[in-house]
């Protein structure tokens, strides 16, 4: 009597397991190493809340040198997943990825109070940024890139008070002018990510901080009105 079920079926199974098993340990051995310089490019763009101004270009240079290495660590995990697969491995990697995105748009604003340009985030990472959502090979998602403009917002509002504590009472202006610009620009989406939603909401509550900032500053006549309206 043959049997009921081929146990051939089963080996066939485990064996694309492991298979599936051994290309996301990769990955992950991969991301862990993007991961790490994320941190490190952090603890450097950490020191502007208690830098002074002229101090400030030094650690965007020093920042700018390990973004260039996440070029590396991208083309090592594009490497590992199958050809047309970016979306099934894509949640492996997607958190550094955002970390990274706010890292570069974060340098940029410290160096020139702006916000990045998509092209600006494709040659400091070398890879392109999705806006039609029809990429398959290795890419920045629009997601990814959004919610790292979304850190942003909050890690300035962070750096609106520390600027008051070192005496720079024009910054959290400019911020303020910053970020409600950026708010309105974000209005203009019809955000259907949830988390990505949720987070556009908070950037509400970073503005009025700095708002807060701002109002403190002008009642103790620390700034002029015509420079709050700058």
């Known amino acids: ?17 492991e298979a599936e098993a051994a290309i996301k340990d990769n990955i992950r051995s991969a991301v862990r190493e993007f991961d790490r310089t994320n941190r490190n490019i952090t603890a450097v763009l950490n020191r502007v809340h208690s830098s002074s101004a002229e101090q400030v270009p ?13 070029q590396g660590h991208i083309r090592q995990v594009a490497k590992i997943f199958p050809v047309n697969h ?17 890292l570069a748009t974060l340098t940029v604003y410290l160096e020139h109070e702006r916000l990045i340009t998509v092209q600006e985030l494709e040659e400091t990472f070398g890879v392109k940024v999705d806006l039609t959502n029809d990429m398959t090979d290795f890419q920045i998602s629009i997601e990814e890139f959004l919610h ?6 909050n890690e300035l509002s962070r750096l609106a008070v520390n600027a008051v504590t070192a005496g720079d009472f024009a910054r959290p202006v400019r911020i303020g002018k910053f970020l409600k610009e950026l708010y309105s620009g974000f209005q203009l989406l019809n955000l259907k990510n949830d988390s990505l939603r949720k ?15 701002i109002y403190d500053l002008t009642v103790r006549k620390l700034i002029v009105a015509s420079t709050e309206q700058a």
Do not use: H
Request: a negative charge; one cysteine or more.
């Open 148 to 153: 790292g403009v979304v850190s942003l917002t």
């Open 86 to 102: 970016y979306y099934k491995y894509n949640n492996l990697w997607s958190g550094p990825m955002q970390q990274a995105c706010f």
């Open 58 to 70: 030094a650690l965007c240079a020093q920042a700018r040198v390990q973004l260039q290495e996440i």
């Open 1 to 17: 009597m043959s049997n009921v079920v081929e146990l051939s079926f089963f080996d066939a199974i485990q064996t694309s397991m």
């Open 199 to 213: 987070r556009f909401d908070a950037i509400k509550y970073d503005i009025k901080k700095v708002e807060e900032i």
